[in-house]
Nanobody, 124 residues
Framework: VQLQASGGGLVQAGGSLRLSCAAS????????LGWFRQAPGKERGFVAS????????NYADSVEGRFTISRDNSKNTVYLQMNSLNPEDTAIYYC??????????????????WGQGTKVTVSS
């Protein structure tokens, strides 16, 4: 397994969760990373991304100001801190990585490696 996501669960509206995604060193050190999510009956959509240096982040409008993506290169782990959750955030969350030295994008088809997903359910 090259990407392993964890941290999902059930939370009430207004609550917080932190997702983690541990990656193998081979696909982490120089790779842009992203978080995507897929709600039932919907396509997989962009949530957040981060460059391999961690210097530049990007967010979907729907999560801007509530979610924070970060990475710890010493632990080969990327995080998604999710605050002020609402029921519309309910989805399976996936972490993904691009090939070495590629810039992050919002298009899931640009990503080459995927984790198995972790389910987030926000109750009203």
């Amino acid at each position: 397994v090259q990407l392993q996501a964890s941290g999902g669960g059930l939370v009430q509206a207004g609550g917080s969760l932190r997702l983690s995604c541990a990656a193998s060193k081979r696909i982490f050190s120089n790779n842009a990373l992203g978080w995507f999510r897929q709600a039932p009956g919907k396509e997989r959509g962009f949530v957040a991304s981060i460059t391999y240096s961690g210097g530049v982040t990007n967010y979907a409008d729907s999560v801007e100001g509530r979610f924070t993506i970060s990475r710890d290169n010493s632990k080969n782990t990327v995080y998604l801190q999710m605050n002020s959750l609402n029921p519309e955030d309910t989805a399976i969350y996936y972490c993904a990585a691009r090939r070495t030295l590629r810039v992050p994008t919002i298009n899931p088809y640009d990503y080459d490696y995927w984790g198995q997903g972790t389910k987030v359910t926000v109750s009203s």
